[in-house]
């Protein structure tokens, strides 16, 4: 299974707890010296003259590249000046200058810019990812393959057959379930078993079980879990373990445990506190850790030339909308560092889960499968729905991976309009463990909401303890 797996699985889950697939075949070489410009999975082809990289930047054509993208091209030669003029959008490199004008509708602006336009061999080159991304567009660099990767997102979608009326409804679903606060109270268990043929006792090693309460809306969470394990039970089953005092010692503070966390999409700040891991850090009782979302997942994604956090891209996709606009947001979160895996490849693949084209209708609803298998690898997806009418009322996901060595894994998720979500996740290695992870939630209205930041205790930010 090829490196687009991982991805499109991480993507999936990103927008509905599905998880997506992809094997996109390896790249070719290109020769050491060629620069190859790319958008929206095509090659472009440059007649006369050739890109060429300076200073870690790479310069193309201003012609070819601007009408490949649809604009309207002018040249001021008594002002060395490039323009290019694409719906109310219009950019401005004057050659020798860092910087660029960029007007969109009666705005303008002047952006600073480190490869200014330069005049080469007769012909005008600007530098290609400013370029292309004051027109909107997404750009990469496959260093492999030399290859500047553009994709015009909102250009694939306009050409894109698929349509997804099963999807919105879905989307209006759980718009319904999160337009309020929602009170929440759950279970979750976990056992570890051991299937190793030299352990004696075999069956369940270790216990995990959460009780989950808490308050959560479209932008905040605010959950108190209380945790506790049978790690006491077992150490004092075993001889070794009894006489290791230290151990019996941790094993006890791990018995019931206690763990808050809240998060706030609107300022990307996770807070999280547990009295056991204060104890364990020496930290005052009560302290609550902070840490900022975005920095935790290591930044930003690049849209349209435009620097947006994680926690503003989470709280976009589950803002009320129609499926093509997560479809946006979420083709945009590609770092296009392969020229074989672009928004198009991503596209193709989301299409064989989520399109209209792929639902099948049974008597109550809806249902869509895929299966993919290479290199002892399987793979199996099944999503179905229920409907009332043309109101959704509930949907469920089922997922069961096989690797070659007999690994097995099976994921499941379902909810329904009376705000109950269950879940289970099996994992099982032959002859040495099965995980098993289970629980229920239940949503119910309330006119609670969840806090913004803590209201009591004081914060340390997680970088200031290490």
């Known amino acids: 299974m090829g ?7 991480a993507a999936g889950l990103a927008f509905m707890l599905m998880l997506s697939l992809a094997a996109p075949g390896a790249s070719a070489a290109v020769g050491p010296e060629d620069i190859h410009v790319q958008l929206n999975g095509q090659e472009l082809a440059f007649t006369d003259v050739s890109p060429f990289a300076e200073n870690g930047r790479t310069y193309v054509p201003f012609r070819a590249l601007f009408e490949a993208l649809g604009a309207a091209v002018d040249y001021d030669a008594d002002t060395m000046t490039v323009t290019a003029v694409r719906g109310d959008t219009a950019v401005s490199f004057v050659v020798g ?37 004051a027109l909107g567009c997404n750009v990469g660099w496959d260093s492999y393959n030399r290859t500047v990767v553009i994709d015009d997102v909102d250009a694939i979608l306009d050409a894109n057959a698929a349509t997804y009326t099963v999807m919105d409804k879905y989307l209006g679903f759980f718009s319904r379930l999160t337009a309020s606060p929602h009170a929440v109270r759950g279970t979750v268990g976990v056992k570890i078993n051991s299937l190793s043929p030299e352990t004696e006792s075999g069956g369940i090693d270790l216990e995990i079980n959460g009780d989950v309460s808490g308050l959560v809306d479209r932008d905040r969470l605010a959950m108190d879990v209380l945790i506790t ?4 039970e077992l150490a004092q089953k075993d001889a070794a373990q009894r006489a290791d005092v230290q151990n019996l010692m941790l094993a006890s503070l791990l018995y019931n445990i206690r763990v808050e966390f809240l998060l706030n999409l609107e300022t990307g700040m996770i807070y999280t506190r547990s009295d056991w891991y204060n104890q364990m850090q020496e930290i005052e009782e009560g302290t609550w850790i902070s840490q900022d979302l975005n920095e935790m997942t290591e930044g930003y994604y690049m849209t349209g030339g435009t620097l947006i956090s994680l926690s503003s ?12 606009d997560s479809l946006a947001v979420l083709l945009r979160m590609n770092s296009l560092t392969d020229k074989d895996y672009t928004a198009t490849t991503v596209l193709q693949h989301l299409n064989t889960l989520f399109s209209d084209q792929v639902m099948t209708a049974t008597g109550s609803g809806y249902v869509s499968t895929y299966a993919d298998e290479q290199g002892g690898y399987t793979i199996s997806l099944e999503s179905s729905c ?81």
């Open 386 to 466: 229920t409907m009332n009418g043309e109101s959704m009322t509930g949907c469920s996901v089922q997922l069961e991976q096989v690797t070659e060595d007999g690994s097995i894994v099976v994921a499941k998720v379902g909810l329904n309009a009376a705000g109950m979500e269950t879940f289970s996740v099996t994992v099982t290695q032959p002859s040495e463990m099965e995980l098993v992870v289970e629980g229920s939630l239940q949503f119910t209205e309330t006119s609670e909401q969840p806090a913004p930041c803590p209201a009591d205790g004081p914060v340390i930010a997680a970088g200031d303890l290490y």
């Open 97 to 133: 200058r860092s910087e660029m004008i960029l007007k969109t509708g009666d705005t303008a602006e002047t952006v600073a810019i480190d490869a200014p336009a330069v005049a080469r061999n007769n012909r005008t080159f600007v530098p290609a990812r400013f370029a292309a991304q």
């Open 3 to 9: 490196k687009g797996v991982k991805r499109i699985l």
């Open 313 to 324: 891209l989470l709280s976009t996709m589950l803002s009320p909308g129609s499926f093509r």
């Open 229 to 232: 394990t049978n790690l006491l």
